[in-house]
């Protein structure tokens, strides 16, 4: 293998294809990236087994060809050059790089030896950029971070209201956070559970390089050693721009989250989010324990008839009060919410106005934003 190419793009390119690579494996050939060269372009793949990455760059290809490289050494390489271009070659298990006056040697290893990907087929479903990237802001903030309960490890996507609209969950028991967009075509299937990291990688790519996000997905049926059905694996391909990500789907069955998302609300509060996020983070700062908050929000009006939203920001040994002005459909009220999923919930949203819906102390919280497709709900706690 003998190619030539830009620094910059192949530095982009391994980086990239980097975020899958494995920091400590068992199996060395985890650690490194396979390098391709073929037609005009080299390909580089970083993979862990659970997932791969491949981004494409532009290169003048003298000899085609594939080797393995240890990703720690030659992006440390990439770095530090500082000219234009670098070329590459590899034979006999070495690979020379060479920057202007500089060549370094490493040791590869047999692209033989690289996990490979079997290619996907079947629907494909195409999601703006900038809609996916919505989707994945508005809910992955609700996402489980306890590892025994798989299914809500990740974001659930499905299609709603007839296969007009597509919806993405999170939910962790305490919160559930939906967004729906109708800005995709092509088709999901079936409902599937994306891995978190998967979908915030896709929202990388959208961020540096601007191109939609394309979602292949298609079902295998594994088998034991005699041929009897043990599991169905969902697996899918994302394509965005020149990056293609090769992963397995969370299996499992995710929550009926609608049944906890109450239908209605008979008290709603909008006041302003930025004053409320702001005493929260405060208040953290002051107890040097922000996730330890407590919050009782009180909404009565004033001697005036304004209405106040009094929030009392509650430690183990101390008390923050402070006060919102809102505005109020119902009743007063008063409800005790956990400030860090509080204050998690309202950085989701977009800032400004806020709607905060609730039927009675001990029913769950609702939260959104006029104009914005998404719904959040939070379990109260005790007052």
């Known amino acids: ?119 996907i087929g079947g629907p494909a479903v195409f999601i703006g950029g900038s809609d996916f990237q919505r989707l994945v802001a508005r809910t992955s903030y609700a996402v489980c971070k306890e590892k025994d309960r798989p299914t809500l490890l990740g974001l659930s996507l499905k299609t709603k209201n007839n296969d007009l609209d597509l919806e993405m969950c999170g939910a962790d028991g305490w919160r559930v ?95 302003d989010s930025n004053p409320v996020i702001h005493d929260i983070e405060m208040a953290g700062k002051i107890s040097g324990k922000p996730e330890d908050l407590s919050i009782r929000m009180t909404v009565v009006p004033d001697e005036l008839q304004w209405v106040m939203c009094h929030l009392d920001i509650v430690n183990d040994d101390q008390k923050i009060s402070t006060s919102v002005p809102g505005e109020l459909v119902g009743e007063p009220f008063t409800i005790g919410l956990d400030g860090a999923y509080l204050l998690d919930t309202l950085k989701a949203l977009p800032r400004g106005q806020v709607q905060i819906c609730v039927n009675t102390p001990e029913q769950p919280v609702g939260f959104a934003v006029a104009g914005d497709n998404s719904r959040h709900v939070l379990v109260s706690s005790k007052v």
């Open 177 to 271: 956070a939906t967004a729906q967009t109708n800005g995709f075509s092509g088709e999901l299937p079936f409902p599937v559970i994306l891995p978190l990291a998967i979908a915030k990688e896709l929202v990388s790519c959208y961020r540096d390089e601007g191109y939609d996000v394309s979602l292949v997905f298609a079902r295998k049926e594994r088998k034991d050693f005699r041929g009897n059905p043990l599991s169905i694996d969902t697996l899918a391909m994302a394509i965005s721009g020149s990056v293609m990500i090769w992963f397995k789907c969370i299996e499992g069955t995710y929550p009926e989250y609608e049944r906890v998302m109450p239908a209605h609300f008979t008290k709603q509060l909008t006041l």
């Open 1 to 119: 293998m003998k190619l030539t190419a830009s620094c910059t793009k192949l530095l982009s390119a391994c980086e990239r294809a980097n975020h899958a690579v494995a920091k400590r494996s068992t199996l060395p050939i985890l650690e490194m990236l396979l390098l391709k060269a073929e037609n005009e372009y080299v390909l580089a793949e970083g993979t862990n087994c659970d997932w791969l990455i491949r981004k494409s760059c532009p290169a003048t290809v003298e000899e085609p060809g594939a080797v393995c490289v240890s990703a720690k050494r030659l992006l440390a390489f990439l770095k530090a050059v500082d000219t234009e271009e670098v070329s590459i070659e590899a034979a006999e298990e070495k690979v020379k790089l060479t920057s202007g006056r500089v060549s370094v040697t490493l040791d590869g290893k047999p692209s033989s030896e690289f996990p490979t990907h079997e290619p």
